[in-house]
């Protein structure tokens, strides 16, 4: 029995990197018995078969994602952009508030910074403390301070179509040669480049998952978020939280709201509270008894 790494899924195949070799396992049929689907990061022990092998066990995940499939993420890092496409910060907000539910890390990284500077989506983020990033994978602006920020961590990306997330990995590594697509003038985003989830290594320790795009970042793999679970996700309202003039404050219309009051005085920015009610629209539609 041996232990590795889940370094890509294809076709029923799970390659495996161990000892500095890469395996060709199947899973063992109980996986499927069981509902347990094996994952691109996932730590798991498996007997060799000739060429081959098969996956015996999964050791404990740190954490999980349905889609993109990956387990054991240190850091989701999303590329974004102020170019063509510009990137909405709903997006970057749905996705930061599912990594508080799961207990992973995010930050930001806003690419193409040679045709605008990304200095609006920056400072919004680094003001709530994501680690922020401008870069541009064209020129290779600010890419090796990238790299240094996700030294020794195991990191997923992922980002809109037409972001140049691909690009930024290509940069960041050229030994990736991850297929790129222009970016359509017409519709504003990229074509759909990335098909599967991988673990690349980029050296001195450092692990990057690539994945598909914001539309496969799904919250219907995910364990769902209540109403009254976002305003604990969304870290710039802790502060706040316990001096409103309601104890049941939902942080929308009450009066003497201090949540409200620190969005207004700008200490909670404005497009971060926007999302915040959005989501609250959306996660009040969730009925508990429906889902047990």
């Given at each position: 029995?041996?232990?590795?790494?889940?370094?890509?899924?294809?076709?029923?195949?799970?390659?495996?990197?161990?000892?500095?070799?890469?395996?060709?396992?199947?899973?063992?049929?109980?996986?499927?018995?069981?509902?347990?689907?094996?994952?691109?990061?996932?730590?798991?022990?498996?007997?060799?078969?000739?060429?081959?092998?098969?996956?015996?066990?999964?050791?404990?995940?740190?954490?999980?994602?349905?889609?993109?499939?990956?387990?054991?993420?240190?850091?989701?890092?999303?590329?974004?952009?102020?170019?063509?496409?510009?990137?909405?910060?709903?997006?970057i907000d749905r996705v930061t508030v599912?990594?508080?539910?799961?207990?992973?890390?995010?930050?930001?990284?806003?690419?193409?910074?040679?045709?605008?500077?990304?200095?609006?989506?920056?400072?919004?983020?680094?003001?709530?403390?994501?680690?922020?990033?401008?870069?541009?994978?064209?020129?290779?602006?600010?890419?090796?301070?990238?790299?240094?920020?996700l030294r020794g961590k195991i990191c997923?990306?992922?980002?809109?179509?037409?972001?140049?997330?691909?690009?930024?990995?290509?940069?960041?590594?050229?030994?990736?040669?991850?297929?790129?697509?222009?970016?359509?003038?017409?519709?504003?985003?990229?074509?759909?480049?990335?098909?599967?989830?991988?673990?690349?290594?980029?050296?001195?320790?450092?692990?990057?998952?690539?994945?598909?795009?914001?539309?496969?970042?799904?919250?219907?793999?995910?364990?769902?978020?209540?109403?009254?679970?976002?305003?604990?996700?969304?870290?710039?309202?802790?502060?706040?939280?316990?001096?409103?003039?309601?104890?049941?404050?939902?942080?929308?219309?009450?009066?003497?709201?201090?949540?409200?009051?620190?969005?207004?005085?700008?200490?909670?920015?404005?497009?971060?509270?926007?999302?915040?009610?959005?989501?609250?629209?959306e996660a009040s539609q969730l009925k508990?008894?429906?889902?047990?």
């Amino acid at each position: 029995m041996e232990e590795g790494t889940i370094v890509r899924a294809l076709s029923g195949f799970y390659y495996v990197r161990s000892g500095g070799r890469e395996i060709a396992c199947r899973a063992r049929g109980r996986f499927r018995r069981e509902g347990v689907t094996p994952l691109v990061g996932d730590h798991v022990r498996f007997e060799k078969d000739g060429t081959g092998g098969t996956v015996t066990e999964i050791l404990p995940r740190r954490n999980a994602f349905g889609r993109p499939a990956a387990a054991n993420v240190d850091l989701l890092v999303m590329v974004v952009s102020e170019a063509i496409p510009v990137t909405d910060p709903y997006l970057i907000d749905r996705v930061t508030v599912r990594c508080e539910k799961n207990g992973v890390g995010s930050a930001l990284v806003v690419n193409k910074c040679d045709l605008a500077d990304g200095r609006r989506l920056a400072s919004i983020y680094e003001s709530v403390g994501l680690p922020v990033w401008r870069v541009s994978a064209r020129t290779g602006e600010g890419i090796n301070a990238l790299r240094r920020g996700l030294r020794g961590k195991i990191c997923c990306f992922t980002g809109n179509s037409g972001v140049g997330k691909s690009s930024v990995l290509n940069a960041l590594h050229p030994a990736f040669s991850i297929p790129t697509a222009e970016v359509s003038q017409k519709l504003g985003r990229g074509k759909h480049t990335t098909r599967h989830v991988e673990l690349f290594d980029l050296g001195e320790d450092t692990f990057i998952f690539d994945t598909p795009g914001f539309s496969s970042f799904g919250d219907e793999t995910e364990e769902p978020i209540f109403p009254e679970e976002l305003p604990g996700l969304f870290p710039e309202f802790s502060p706040e939280l316990g001096a409103c003039r309601f104890d049941d404050c939902t942080h929308r219309r009450e009066p003497g709201c201090a949540v409200r009051g620190a969005v207004e005085n700008g200490a909670i920015p404005q497009s971060r509270y926007n999302s915040y009610l959005r989501l609250y629209d959306e996660a009040s539609q969730l009925k508990k008894w429906e889902l047990r």
